[in-house]
């Protein structure tokens, strides 16, 4: 049996989606890319089982004849480490006869003008309106906006205009959890009557800070289901301790803000700041993220932010931009397609976590299939982990009255494609193009 080579990857951009719980950048890769992401990807196999797994040498990693990549405890291992697998690395979700999806072919600078003018024949159309943003690597290849920001002005969407990014929100929330983990703060396996009171023993004695993150907790959505719900932290997390789980913890999969609440009063208890503060000096600074707030606010004034247009079922959007927009841990900040591709360089330049830590936080946990998704569809700590045609993509979407958005990260291809919208109909062609473009077999 020969023996198998991996070439190392230099600089993998990170792609992700999501608002409420509801001009673009240019990121640069670490220079020392090339050695450490070959070097973090062996040690993050050797600590997931795979023993005999050899250090990268010259920039390569050679697999020795007894090792099958085939094997179960490979494929395992190959799944929670592949954020930072180098390219041809087998994966436990390649397809049979796909090929590689660090080896294909890339997009051609032709391909994604023409998705540009789709884009732009669709906002003629009155189909897309918002700011879309694609790049490769680190190097911006689309960087638009399209549509208007305000309809009654016709100021028009730009890469520099603010949207609420709804629930893409909870990948700062995760990331700062984990945070607190790799500094000893806290351990996912910590339940969260250690750090908060006021819950019921089912709840603060048996649901832990993993389940929180993987959407298995058994909370459900009592704080954003409400027509007035509370602008505080504390006033959020007094309505959800009332509430009795809706299913044993761990046991299954269920989207839940609530969970994220929760995790964001977690994050107080421990760090003794708002959950505003520690994004911004952990967070948003360290990836220098300017135009990203988690505040209450109301669109119409923020500067250089786009008014969001309901549908509510109606034909004519309701410009929703006058009413005040309450963000917490999970959802509902406004950002910049900018900042968001700025947030998910830092994230796998490693400039937030340790490469172990960010492989932790990406290695998929639990099914989490919804109806018209990918053919894989998980979720991790805080992130959605997919697949299509063999190639894998994390990050997440979200979607509030008068906004949606979604941010798609390729570990293995290298790219990272953001779209924000300010309505709540436009977004899932435009995503599912990008998709199918970039996962052609």
């Known amino acids: 049996m020969k ?11 990170l792609a992700v989606s999501a608002c409420g719980s509801g001009g673009g950048a240019q990121g640069t890769p670490a220079s020392s890319g090339a050695v450490s992401r070959p070097e973090a990807y062996a040690r993050c196999m050797r600590a997931h089982g795979v ?16 090792l099958d990549p085939e094997s179960p405890q490979f494929q395992a291992a190959a799944r929670a480490c592949v954020a930072l697998a180098p390219p ?16 294909r072919t890339k997009l051609s600078a032709a391909a994604w003008r023409a998705f540009g003018s789709w884009l732009a024949q669709r906002a003629a159309a009155g189909q897309f309106s918002g700011a879309v943003l694609v790049a490769d690597k680190g190097t911006t290849i689309l960087d638009a906006g399209y549509g208007t920001a305000d309809h009654e002005t016709g100021v028009p969407n730009t890469p520099q205009t ?17 945070q607190l983990a790799e500094q000893h703060k806290l351990s996912f396996a910590d339940t969260i009557g250690k750090y908060l009171s006021g819950f019921a023993p089912a709840i603060a004695d048996h649901v832990t800070i993993a389940d929180l993150l993987d959407m298995t907790s058994g909370l459900g959505d009592v704080v954003l289901g409400r027509p007035d719900p509370p602008v505080t ?28 609440i929760v995790l964001g009063a977690v994050i107080q208890a421990v760090t003794g700041q708002s959950y505003g503060t520690y994004l911004r000096g952990h967070i948003f600074d360290p990836a220098g993220m300017t135009d990203t707030e988690v505040s209450v606010y109301t669109p119409a004034r923020v500067p250089r932010m786009a008014h969001g247009y309901a549908s509510g079922g109606s034909q004519v959007p309701r410009d929703i931009s006058g009413t005040p927009q309450v963000a917490n841990p ?6 910049t397609v900018g900042d968001l591709l700025k947030f998910a360089d830092a994230l796998m330049d490693h400039k937030l976590l340790s490469p172990a830590m960010t492989s932790t936080v990406l290695a998929p946990r639990v099914n989490s299939p919804q109806p018209g998704g990918p053919p894989v569809d998980e979720y991790t700590y805080g992130f959605a982990y997919q697949a299509i045609n063999g190639v894998t993509f994390v990050g997440h979407n979200g979607g509030t009255p008068g906004y949606q958005g979604q941010i798609d990260v390729y570990p293995l291809t290298g790219y990272t494609v953001v779209i924000l919208t300010n309505d709540d109909q436009s977004l899932v062609p435009a995503i599912q193009r990008s998709e199918a473009m970039i996962t052609a077999g």
């Open 162 to 178: 603010k949207f609420c990014i709804a629930s893409i929100g909870k990948l700062f929330t995760a990331v700062a959890i984990a």
């Open 330 to 335: 999970s959802g509902g900040a406004y950002s």
């Open 88 to 103: 041809g690395t087998p994966t436990g979700h390649q397809a049979s006869g796909a090929g590689s999806a660090g080896s």
């Open 51 to 66: 023993r005999n797994f050899p250090n990268p040498v010259d920039g390569q990693i050679i697999l020795g004849a007894d």
């Open 233 to 260: 932290l504390a006033g959020m997390l007094r309505l959800i301790a009332r509430e009795p789980l809706q299913f044993r913890p761990g046991s299954r999969f269920g989207y839940s803000n609530d969970g994220y």
């Open 3 to 13: 023996a198998k080579t991996m070439t190392a990857l230099v600089g993998v951009a």
